[in-house]
Nanobody, 130 residues
Framework: QVQLVESGGGLVQPGGSLRLSCQAS????????IGWFRQAPGKEREGVSC????????YYADSVKGRFTISRDMASHTVTLQMNSLKPEDTAVYYC???????????????????????WGQGTQVTVSS
């Protein structure tokens, strides 16, 4: 069983930065891609970014490309989402999720929601407001 715990959310002003972390635990984590999703009030959950077993296997939604950076430490099973130049429209609950697939193609499928993750964290609130 894979378990995911997010941390690092909070309140930040527009243009500011936040770093989210996802701590994964369980068996066979190397065979999973780890993705970040977000859900704003009244909106559908959307894929944000994903990372495979190395930093070359990353995928970003167009809405965050160039502002967010995802990275993964395979030894500690930690995935970090560095969010810069934050905008009010980035306000949402952010969820970490794991899918049993690999590589860039697996990440693309997860972020574009053509492949559903099998495991989810509890979410962390990010609020961008002045």
């Amino acid at each position: 069983q894979v378990q995911l715990v997010e941390s690092g959310g909070g309140l930040v002003q527009p243009g500011g930065s936040l770093r989210l972390s996802c701590q994964a635990s369980g068996f066979g984590l190397d065979y999973y891609v780890i993705g970040w999703f977000r859900q704003a009030p009244g909106k559908e959950r959307e894929g944000v970014s994903c990372v495979g077993d190395n930093d070359d296997s990353t995928y970003y939604a167009d809405s965050v490309k160039g502002r967010f950076t995802i990275s993964r430490d395979m030894a500690s099973h930690t995935v970090t989402l560095q969010m810069n130049s934050l905008k009010p429209e980035d306000t949402a609950v952010y969820y970490c999720a794991a899918a049993l697939t690999r590589g860039w193609a697996g990440c693309q499928a997860v972020v574009t929601k053509t492949r559903a993750p099998g495991h989810w964290g509890q979410g962390t609130q990010v609020t961008v407001s002045s």
